[in-house]
């Protein structure tokens, strides 16, 4: 649904009836992976894959006007390893279109932005094949303020703490404008991880407190584009 987010069905209380009864080769096509973030709802009966930090996986059935979350009895009945479903979902989700830009600064600071009317672009932080000819060995900073983007900045270079000002900005900004609000926070992706950053701006600036991986992965990038 182009320009906000499917209704959701499923969590709480779980659709009942065809749908949940199809086999596994009808409803594979139309598995994608939505981003969520923890907790999930109490008594929420969904399928989910941890992603790290606060933010999960949820295994959805993506028909024409909404979503329905697919239930661990429905993933255990089709008989398939959790795995294959899950990488299937995946390559589902990556399939969809998206607009990679870049956003620069007055001061040449670079911020990367991926886009689109998808409520499922977030998800390709699990997989960020479009940008890796620009991600650094030593991992990026990345945010996901609603479903439909990506931001990130590279670790290092001259403009670093400009452009991750710039990235602390954007995301406040596109967590309230929505729609399908994510997350306000910052993370650190390196080495198939992800962990939180701690970064603010009050009126004194950016407050920036790495944590030792990170610190360490910045002087490791010192003088690095």
Known sequence: MANGDHA??????????????LDYEVLAPQLKL??????????????????GADLASVLVHELPDRLRSVT??????????????QARALANTL?????????????????????GDSPFVATRLLELRPWRQLEPARGLIVS???RHTLLSVGLGGAQFRLALTSLVELT?????????PLSPALYFLHA???????????EEGLQFAPSAELRAALAASTGED
């Open 172 to 180: 406040e900004q596109l967590h309230g404008a929505g729609p399908g």
């Open 34 to 51: 939505r981003l969520a973030r923890k907790p999930l709802p109490p008594g929420a009966d969904v399928v989910s894959w941890v992603v």
């Open 95 to 115: 399939a969809e279109p998206v607009s990679e830009h870049a956003l620069v600064g007055p001061q040449g600071q670079r911020v990367m932005v991926l886009r």
């Open 144 to 146: 996901v303020p609603n």
């Open 192 to 202: 198939g991880q992800l962990e939180p950053v701690v970064a603010l701006i009050d």
């Open 8 to 21: 959701e069905s499923g969590g709480q209380a779980p659709e009942q009836g065809p749908l949940e009864q």
């Open 72 to 85: 661990p009895a429905e993933l255990d009945r089709w008989g398939r390893d959790h795995g294959e479903v």
